[in-house]
């Protein structure tokens, strides 16, 4: 089973700055990988596929970067509602896991 | 729009059975894959499983193998997920999610709350 490992596990930052977020696969995993945001009570939600590409309506101030074992999430000039909890994923090989979360707070 | 409507939250006993389902709409259940993640309190998600309801072919994790049991009926466009015998370690909201053609989870269900407690 592949291990995804997040840092760091709380992120403090204030509206207007910017954000970055790292996760790690255990083995390579190429651009397998995507970005999910998820706010309290809410489902999760897709931002970033293939390590790199944008969900459909995902602002573009949001970037995704990297590939084989080493990742990230870059938001820029962050805004109220970009406070959350942002979860990567490999979907390279079965089992699919997840990181275990990046809590961004203000 | 495509959507996943899950059932409704759930409130258990050890011990005792649950099946909760997954509906979705369009050609969602007739081309892709669609899997189970799973929330307990305060904590983060956790992959359990997936199934292609074109064949019913399905994967586990590990973690999770043996403990439920993903199935669908794609008659119906929905997808099950069921434990036999409920604990309370069981108590956790779960979603349903389709993976999209490029393998990420592109479309979420509302999720479900089952609470096992004594």
Same mark, same amino acid.
């Not at chain 1, 962050?78 to 390279?92: G, I, K, R, V």
């Not at chain 2, 669609?34 to 994790?61: A, C, H, N």
């Not at chain 2, 909201?93 to 509302?110: E, L, P, T, V």
């Given at each position: ?14 509206p207007g700055?910017?954000?970055?977020l790292?996760?790690r696969?255990?083995?390579?995993i190429?651009?397998?990988?995507a ?17 790199? *590409?944008?969900? *459909? ?6 970037s995704?970067?990297?590939?084989? *074992? ?5 938001i820029?000039?962050l805004q109220s509602e970009?406070?959350?909890?942002y979860y990567?994923?490999q979907?390279d090989?079965?089992?699919r ?6 809590r961004v707070e203000? | 729009e ?5 059932s409704g939250a759930e409130?258990?006993k050890p011990g005792?059975?649950?099946k ?5 709409s369009?050609d969602?259940?007739t081309?892709? =894959?669609?899997g189970?993640v799973?929330?307990m309190?305060?904590?983060?998600l956790? =992959?359990?499983?997936i199934?292609y309801p074109?064949?019913?072919d399905?994967?586990?994790s590990?973690?999770?193998q ?6 669908a009926?794609?008659s119906?466009?929905t997808?099950?997920l069921?434990w036999s015998?409920?604990k309370?370690s069981?108590?956790a +909201? ?6 999209g +053609?490029?393998g990420?989870?592109d479309? =979420?269900g509302?999720?479900t709350m089952v609470?096992?407690?004594?």
């Amino acid at each position: 089973e592949i291990v995804m490992t997040q840092s760091p596990a709380t992120l403090s930052v204030s509206p207007g700055e910017r954000a970055t977020l790292s996760c790690r696969a255990s083995q390579y995993i190429g651009f397998n990988f995507a970005w999910y945001q998820q706010k309290p009570g809410q489902p999760p939600r897709l931002l970033i596929f293939a390590a790199s *590409t944008r969900a *459909t309506g995902v602002p573009v101030r949001f970037s995704g970067s990297g590939s084989g *074992t080493e990742f990230s999430l870059t938001i820029t000039g962050l805004q109220s509602e970009d406070f959350a909890t942002y979860y990567c994923q490999q979907y390279d090989n079965w089992p699919r896991t997840f990181g275990q979360g990046t809590r961004v707070e203000i | 729009e495509v959507q996943l409507v899950q059932s409704g939250a759930e409130v258990k006993k050890p011990g005792e059975s649950l099946k909760i389902s997954c509906k979705g709409s369009g050609d969602t259940f007739t081309t892709y =894959w669609i899997g189970w993640v799973r929330q307990m309190p305060g904590k983060g998600l956790e =992959w359990l499983g997936i199934i292609y309801p074109g064949d019913s072919d399905t994967r586990y994790s590990p973690s999770f193998q043996g403990r439920v049991t993903i199935s669908a009926d794609k008659s119906i466009s929905t997808a099950y997920l069921q434990w036999s015998s409920l604990k309370a370690s069981d108590t956790a +909201m779960y979603y349903c999610a389709r993976q999209g +053609m490029r393998g990420s989870f592109d479309i =979420w269900g509302q999720g479900t709350m089952v609470t096992v407690s004594s």
